[in-house]
């Protein structure tokens, strides 16, 4: 592995142990100013003011959020990321069974200066829209 990918492996791992922490403000610190999030939907977030309060959002309704990376592919700056994203789909602050969800997805991450500038994620995360179908039709 080169010294460059290395050096965006480490910011890519550091990037997934701040979402598993759920530290919004050392995700924030790891993004690029013009940081680009493309979900699984290809709906693209831009810039550290938006992402800080959609990342809030997010650990709000997914209280216990966690990735397990399972492979990791490098090459220069862009680092892919292979494993499983999971947690609770939280209503009213209650995380019950019935709203766990787990998914396979896959992560690339583009770094620049030392810091993520695009996080890209690949995933079905159909799982979680029947959680969220269920309970707002119940």
């Known amino acids: 592995m080169s010294p460059d990918s290395e050096a965006a492996t480490r910011i890519a791992h550091a990037f997934v142990k701040a979402i598993n922490r759920r530290s919004v403000d050392e995700i924030v610190n790891l993004m690029t100013d013009d940081h680009v999030l493309v979900d699984s939907l290809g709906a693209r977030t831009v810039g550290k003011p938006r992402l800080q309060a959609a990342w809030a959002a997010y650990f709000c309704m997914i209280p216990d959020y966690k990735i397990t990376i399972d ?60 959680i969220m179908r269920r309970l707002y039709t119940e």
């Open 71 to 130: 492979e990791t592919i490098a090459e220069g700056s862009v680092v892919v990321l292979l494993g499983t994203a999971q947690g609770t789909y939280a209503r009213s602050g209650d995380l019950p069974l019935e709203n766990r969800w787990i998914a396979p997805v896959a992560w690339r991450a583009l770094v620049r200066d030392a810091r993520i500038a695009e996080w890209r994620i690949y995933a079905d995360l159909e799982p979680l829209r029947q």
